[in-house]
């Protein structure tokens, strides 16, 4: 059957705009119209009717080619069209089953319009319109339980959940199960007796390391919140030796403060009992950085990278090509800043490995969003991966715009999630601990390097001349020990000894200490040098520390008011001696920490500073911590004083018996 479309195309094939029905074709005025029409590939129901009406008046004409008007059909209109594509997408639309799709650390949810309400519900989302569908970001709380709980408490969706996502949610239920397994068998060793479990060291540990090493063992990641002196690095070194010699890990990577670098190498070499190879880099050219890393790779032994936090984001490259098997982060709270390039890197480092652990005797120095940025690291399955999602569970916000955090909430829920892969324990709660325990912290001469080497120079020039004495050689030790501590005495023309500070290395390594102390503590330092004590005041001013000082300027009755003071009031916080004077007749067990920033050469003189807070009325175990700038003359001090020498001891040496 012929369509008014096609009787349409007849007559304009003759059509020669006649101005009266010639039965020839279509006069003046339907010609052009015909032309137009004849055109369009799709008419409107409107079009299609004006067509009809105008070729009933050519009726005649039509006939002319076997066409009869009556018999002649229509065609599907625009409206047609659209109408059965309307019913063919609602067709499709009602068989087409919702699609759980993953890709990239996202899910994505493709459902029907009607069913957005069950999209929103299920977790945490936003709506990608480019792709139409829901999206889930896997590190967001909740995504996997409500995703699951969308897929198997509402069947009649039928929803087809692709083998990305279906492996991805398997594999997370079995690591959860594994994990709340774990953090059982954790709460059992925190709650129950240490067994005698064997340890991959040489030395003895301690119930409270026991627990933690057993809690390192168990979790896959885990934090030690250890305070200062009871042994958290020996327990990870337990962990590191256990996962070595299972054959879980090759390649650790230990990243500390710079004064703790070398402290890594001398445990290790002194306690570890299973074959390592220490590699401390702490060289400031990248090049012999680049080169060290090198010689990290034997194959019968743990290979321990030991890297500062500044240098460890300045060659992300290197690291990552190196291959670590387990990370460890000394000090964790200098990560406690999220924004920080710093801790950026070691959250994407975190992301890849699967053996960490955090160590800290002060995981918070300033409020609970210290935590984020560490469990961040750690596991990112504790407060998530969104730092927003974090605070708004945890912080009250007000102040300017609403956004400054002006107070805290669920605060049982946070330490309970912290606590979880935690061992958490202070010098009080270690009763198996020693009375006391020491510490050494390093730091490398930079600015002070030059006139240190010129002065040990010419002490060797007098050595070797025959002509030292005893008395000159202390002379120039005591030189040295300045220096060391960044400090150069220069004598005029006149004879007059004047102190110039030459270097900050020191300093810096006193200031890096006191930012982890814990500020409701006290703290007591020696120093040997006016000059030092005058620069460490200034830098307590800096910082908004309250300290007072006693050198042998400070009167007798002045001092007993500062004594009495640091032992009974609030303030100060810290107390700063001078050797000479404040060794003797003096309690100061309001502190249980003590820094000697410099020694005499006394050994006598030392332990009797030593005794000041480790006395009748001391409740706690006491540290006591040596800053000492290395390969300088602060480790032979020190070396004496370890073996109860007088430095005295070491002239002798030195000279061959000359007095």
């Known amino acids: 059957m012929m369509t008014y479309r096609e009787a349409l195309n007849v007559l304009k094939s003759v059509c020669d705009g006649a101005r009266a029905k010639d039965c020839h074709g279509y006069n003046a005025v339907d010609s052009p119209i015909a032309d137009s029409f004849a055109s369009f590939s799709l008419w409107s129901e409107k079009q299609q009717n004006y067509v009809i009406n105008m070729l009933r008046k050519y009726s005649d004409q039509l006939l002319n080619y076997d066409i009869v008007y009556s018999d002649l059909q229509k065609e599907p209109t625009k409206e047609d069209k659209q109408k059965a594509f309307e019913d063919v997408r609602k067709a499709v639309v009602q068989v087409e089953r919702p699609v759980l799709d993953y890709k990239d650390s996202v899910f994505t949810l493709k459902i029907p319009f009607e069913h957005k309400d069950l999209a929103k519900d299920a977790a945490r989302h936003y709506w990608d319109n480019e792709r139409k569908v829901w999206c889930y970001h896997v590190n967001s709380p909740g995504v996997i339980d409500g995703l699951y709980d969308l897929v198997m408490k509402h069947k009649e ?16 239920y079995k690591d959860k199960a594994q994990f709340d397994k774990s953090v059982k068998d954790v709460v059992s060793i925190k709650e129950n007796g240490v067994p005698d479990v064997p340890v991959p060291l040489l030395t003895k540990l301690y119930d409270h390391q026991k627990r933690a090493y057993l809690i390192g063992t168990t979790l896959n990641s885990a934090a030690l919140l250890m305070e200062m002196g009871t042994g958290k690095t020996l327990a990870a070194i337990a962990i590191a030796g256990k996962r070595f010699l299972a054959g879980e890990i090759k390649n650790l990577l230990v990243i500390s403060p710079l004064s703790i670098l070398h402290v890594w190498k001398r445990e290790f070499e002194k306690h570890a009992d299973f074959p390592n190879n220490v590699i401390v880099l702490n060289d400031t050219q990248m090049e012999k950085k680049k080169n060290k890393i090198d010689e990290c790779n034997k194959s019968d032994m743990l290979n321990i990278l030991v890297v500062s936090y500044e240098s460890a984001w300045r060659m992300p490259d290197e690291i990552i090509s190196w291959k670590p098997d387990m990370v460890i982060l000394d000090e964790s709270q200098k990560i406690k800043n999220k924004k920080t390039r710093r801790s950026e890197f070691i959250h994407e480092l975190g992301d890849e490995i699967k053996y960490k652990l955090i160590l800290s005797g002060t995981p918070v120095t300033q409020s609970p969003v210290d935590l984020y940025s560490q469990y961040r690291f750690l596991n990112r399955n504790i407060f998530g991966s969104n730092f927003y999602v974090f605070r708004n569970m945890y912080c009250k916000m007000g ?47 930079k600015e002070s390097a030059k006139a240190y080497k010129e002065m040990d120079k010419e002490m060797k020039v007098v050595l070797e001349s025959g002509k030292c004495t005893a008395s000159i050689l202390l002379a120039q030790m005591t030189r040295l020990s300045q220096i060391a501590g960044g400090f150069l005495p220069v004598v005029d023309k006149n004879g007059k000894e004047t102190i110039q500070q030459v270097g900050t290395e020191k300093l810096d390594l006193l200031k890096s200490v006191i930012e982890d102390f814990p500020r409701h503590k006290k703290l007591v330092i020696f120093c040997r040098f006016i000059s030092e004590i005058n620069a460490i005041c200034a830098m307590f001013e800096d910082m908004k520390i309250s300290y007072a000082s006693i050198t042998g300027d400070v009167v007798s009755k002045t001092r007993e008011i500062i004594i009495d003071n640091f032992q009974h009031k609030e303030d100060p916080k810290v ?26 050469f006394s050994y006598a003189n030392y332990e009797q500073a030593r005794a000041r807070v480790h006395r009748i009325g ?17 480790e032979d001090i020190v070396s004496a004083l370890e073996s109860k020498k007088n430095v005295a001891d070491i002239i002798v040496d030195r000279t061959g018996g000359i007095i």
């Open 399 to 445: 102040g300017f715009e609403h956004k400054q955090i002006v107070g805290f909430k669920n605060m049982e829920d946070l330490i309970q999630k912290a606590h979880s892969v935690a061992y958490r324990i202070t010098k009080e709660e270690a009763l198996d601990l020693p009375d006391f325990t020491d510490e050494i912290l390093y730091c490398d001469l």
């Open 618 to 634: 001391q409740r706690n175990h006491v540290t006591y911590i040596q800053l000492v700038s290395k390969s300088t003359i602060d």
């Open 575 to 600: 107390i700063i001696l001078q050797s000479a004077v404040g060794g003797l007749g003096i309690t100061l067990t309001a502190a249980d920490t003590m820094i000697f920033f410099s020694n005499e």
């Open 157 to 172: 969706l039928d929803i087809v959940v692709k083998p990305a996502a279906a492996d991805y949610i398997d594999t997370f």
